[in-house]
């Protein structure tokens, strides 16, 4: 019998994918690393929750993640840890900042800035309804529909090779998806994407990591958003102007709504692109949990870019 190397267990489990190890009174490091296929670097969403876990480490219990606004400064190396400097900048009756910055040989490669409240459940409230879509139990997994488009016929090696290895990525992951509504035309023309989220096999985590978590599984799909808005397709899927020849995130926000979710539950990410243009792409999606609770709302800037020359490019 094989065994999987150590970093793509450690990435299985979403507990050791969010772990950090105290080095100091606010430093942390990271313990392991993932590299998503094809990818430039460290998996954003992975740097987001465990810069997350060092900064709940220095706030009182009493208070609340209720918001992080964060900036990929450049690709973080699965090689070498990330080191999380957390600096306590406000301590407030009702709020707390936290800043965290995350560097690797001496350079900064990623900055957040996040936000604790002690809640205040008595103040009126609203929300967007949740959009009907099938339950979860009638979708299939992300890795069977790969593993379907995968046994085409009428796709080139290169392309069937693409598709298996995202179904051995996503079979992996610690975040089960699948779709809900591929696409959502909407009365103003726009479109919504729509898939269930589920952490795989978690305990019952109290409310402070199960933020981390949201903030780990905020970051799948979402920049992707504006690409399939585009029409672009990514590796091996599509050439010239319909190729996607980068994406990478930039910055990426969360407002958490909700002391009482469950990662471990179906969470209904719905998401969609406002904007695209010189090669940056804007993104916005809506967290709800079964019942139609809206948990989180998300937003998210990268770089999209297709496989094209601007008129100054060199041959």
Not at 196 to 217: H, M, S, V
Not at 288 to 295: F, I, P, Q, S
Request: net charge neutral; hydrophobic share 40%.
């Amino acid at each position: 019998m094989t065994t999987a190397p150590i970093k793509e267990v450690e990435h299985e489990l979403i507990s050791t994918a969010l772990e950090v190890e105290q080095i100091d009174v606010n430093l942390y490091r990271s313990k392991s690393l993932w590299m998503p296929a094809y990818a430039r670097g460290v998996f954003g969403g992975q740097v987001i929750s465990q810069a997350l876990v060092s900064a709940t480490n220095s706030v009182d219990p009493a208070f609340g993640l209720h918001s992080l606004h964060c900036y990929f400064l450049t690709s973080a190396s699965p090689a070498t840890p990330v080191l999380y400097t957390v600096e306590r900048v406000r301590q407030g009756r009702s709020y707390v900042t936290r800043v965290v910055k995350a560097s690797q040989k001496g350079h900064i490669v990623f900055v957040m800035m996040c936000s604790f409240q002690k809640p205040e459940p008595w103040q009126p409230q609203y929300q967007w309804t949740m959009p009907e879509v099938p339950p979860p139990e009638q979708c299939v997994l992300e890795e069977e529909r790969y593993r379907q488009r995968a046994n085409d016929p009428g796709l080139n090696a290169k392309a069937r090779a693409y598709l298996s290895d995202l179904a051995v990525e996503r079979e992996h992951s610690p975040i089960a998806i699948k779709i809900a509504k591929e696409r959502i035309m909407r009365e103003d023309g726009s479109s919504q994407y729509a898939y269930w989220f589920q952490a795989r096999n978690i305990p019952d985590y109290e409310t402070a990591y199960q933020k981390c978590i949201l903030g780990y599984l905020s970051d799948l799909r979402l920049i992707g958003t504006v690409a399939q808005t585009l029409g672009l397709k990514g590796y091996a899927m599509a050439t010239g102007a319909q190729a996607l020849g980068m994406s990478s995130t930039i910055d990426h926000s969360i407002y958490y709504y909700s002391d009482s979710l469950d990662c471990g539950d179906w969470l209904l990410y719905v998401m969609t692109a406002s904007r695209a243009a010189s090669g940056r792409g804007v993104a916005h999606g809506q967290l709800y949990t079964r019942d139609g609770t809206l948990v989180a709302i998300t937003a998210q800037e990268g770089v999209v870019r297709a496989d094209v020359r601007g008129p100054n490019a060199k041959l």
